[in-house]
C-alpha cells in the first residue's frame, strides 16, 4: 500500500469516535516499529518527523525508510511534517513526499499566523494534501520547540475565525498538554475542548499526549480529538532499550542487536498507545 494522506483517515476517526496514533519516528528502527504495532492492531497510522529531525538526516530520508515500509504493508500509512516551522520547510517536505504538513505559526500574533498557514495551505491544497495548524501554544520543550508555562489556551471564537480564513484540514488545540515529560500530572481543560468542537468541524490535533493518563486521552477523544501525537515515550522507550543491553551485553559493538531491542520495546509502547487511543481494528 502506498502512503495516504491524513485527510480521511481523520475524516474517518472524526464520524467513527476514535483517533489515529501519530508518532514521531527518529530512525529506521522507529519507523519499523510503528508499522509493526500498526499491522498487529490492524489500526491506520501516522507517522511524523520534526524540523530537528530533518535537520538531523533530511526528508528524503525520512521519506525512503517510510516509503518502503509503507510499499507492502496492510494498513494505510502517512507521513506527516510535525511542527513546520516555516513555508520554505514545508516546501521541502512535500517535494520530498511527504503527505500531510503541519505549519505552526503559534507563536505569532494570530492575523500572522492567519497569513502563513493560509499560503502553506494554498501551496497544499493545490496538490491534494491535507494541512494541520495550531492555534494556542502547547507548553513544555520538544527539540527545538518550547513554550512557557501559562502560555495561551486556544480561544474557542478565535478557532472558529481562525479554521474560515486559513481552510486547514486539521486544528492543533492548546487544553494544558505540553511537549516532553510532565512535573506532576497534568490538568487538561476539557470543557474549553468541548466548546472548540462546537465551533469548529475539521477534526481536532492533540499533542504532547506522552505521559498523559490514558483516561484523560480517552475522555479527550470522546470529546473531539481524532489525533494524537506521541514522541517523548517512545524516545525513551527506545533509549532505555539500547541502554538496558548496552549494560548487560558491555562487550556488544552490533549495533543490529541494540537496535533490535530498541524496535521491540517502541512496538510495545506503539500498541499501547493505540490501543487508548480506539484505533485498533480501524485499518
Known amino acids: 500500500m502506498s502512503l495516504v494522506t491524513t485527510k480521511e ?3 474517518d476517526a472524526r464520524d467513527r469516535h476514535y483517533a489515529v496514533g501519530a508518532f514521531n519516528v527518529e530512525n529506521m528502527e522507529m519507523v ?3 508499522l509493526a504495532a500498526a499491522e498487529r492492531l490492524r489500526a491506520p497510522v501516522i507517522m511524523q518527523t520534526t524540523p530537528s529531525a530533518i535537520k538531523y538526516a533530511g526528508a528524503d ?5 517510510v516509503f518502503a515500509a509503507a ?3 496492510c494498513v494505510p500509512v502517512a507521513l506527516h511534517l510535525d511542527h513546520g516551522s516555516d513555508y520554505s520547510l514545508a516546501v521541502q517536505a512535500v517535494r520530498a513526499g511527504y503527505t500531510s504538513i503541519m505549519i505552526d505559526g503559534s507563536k505569532m500574533p494570530l492575523e500572522s499566523n492567519i497569513q ?19 492555534l494556542g501554544k502547547v507548553g ?5 520547540l518550547e513554550a512557557g508555562p501559562g502560555e495561551a489556551y486556544t480561544d474557542p471564537g478565535e478557532a472558529e475565525y481562525f479554521v474560515e480564513q486559513t481552510g486547514i484540514s486539521s486544528l492543533a488545540v492548546a487544553i494544558g498538554t505540553a511537549h516532553g515529560f510532565y512535573q506532576g500530572e497534568p490538568q487538561l481543560d476539557l470543557q474549553r475542548l468541548s466548546d472548540i468542537k462546537r465551533r469548529v468541524s ?31 515515550e517512545l524516545r525513551a522507550a527506545y533509549t532505555g532499550a539500547v541502554r538496558e543491553t548496552l ?7 552490533d549495533p543490529k542487536i541494540f537496535g533490535k531491542a530498541g524496535r521491540e520495546r517502541v512496538t510495545e509502547q506503539v500498541m499501547e498507545k493505540m490501543k487508548v487511543c480506539g484505533c485498533a481494528g480501524k485499518a
Open 32 to 34: 519499523q516499529a510503528v
Open 140 to 144: 513544555g520543550k520538544e527539540d527545538d
Open 9 to 11: 483517515m481523520l475524516n
Open 247 to 253: 549494560e548487560n551485553q558491555p562487550e556488544l559493538i
Open 71 to 73: 510499499k507492502d504493508a
Open 61 to 65: 530520508y525520512f521519506y525512503g525508510n
Open 116 to 134: 502563513i498557514t493560509r499560503k502553506v495551505t494554498e501551496l497544499c491544497s493545490s496538490i491534494g494534501i491535507p494541512v494541520e495548524a495550531e
Open 202 to 232: 475539521v477534526p481536532l490535533v492533540l499533542h504532547g499526549a506522552s505521559g498523559v493518563p490514558a483516561e484523560a486521552v480517552a475522555e479527550s477523544i470522546r470529546r473531539g480529538i481524532c489525533k494524537v501525537n506521541y514522541a517523548t
